[in-house]
């Protein structure tokens, strides 16, 4: 059975500056009580890479990702655009384990924090 393994997933390039960001996701395979292999993936991190630099200048990650007030988990399920100060992004949200709700929102990477800016009502997952 393999093991847990990550991915790059939806790498955007910055359209002036010598940046390229992209989401980690890890994958996990698991047996269900039927014996059949299942998988899932679960979101790591966004990070940003300056070409440049060839080099790491952002990672952020659920333990540093500032959420808004009253919601208690947030993920990054897709690059949007870049911003002045950071990134659009399309985000999970949830005020509770039951319900998530997706958001386009705005990232600040130096700050680490989400704004959402407008609900996604008919998004699938």
Do not use: C
Not at 27 to 41: I, L, M, S, T
Not at 79 to 85: K, N, V
Not at 97 to 111: K, M, N, Q, T, W
Request: proline share 6%.
């Amino acid at each position: 059975m393999p093991g847990d393994l990550y991915s790059q997933e939806y790498p955007f390039v910055h359209p002036s500056k010598p940046l390229v960001t992209y989401i980690l996701v890890e994958h996990h395979f698991v047996v269900d009580a039927h014996g059949e292999e299942r998988h899932y993936g679960d979101w790591d991190s966004l990070n940003v890479f300056a070409l440049e630099l060839g080099e790491q200048i952002a990672s952020i990650s659920r333990n540093n990702l500032r959420l808004p007030s009253g919601i208690v988990n947030g993920w990054i399920a897709e690059i949007l655009a870049f911003t002045d100060m950071g990134l659009y992004v399309k985000a999970g949200l949830s005020e509770h384990a039951s319900r998530v709700d997706y958001f386009v929102a705005e990232l600040d990477i130096v700050e680490r924090i989400l704004k959402p800016l407008a609900p996604l009502p008919a998004t699938f997952m």
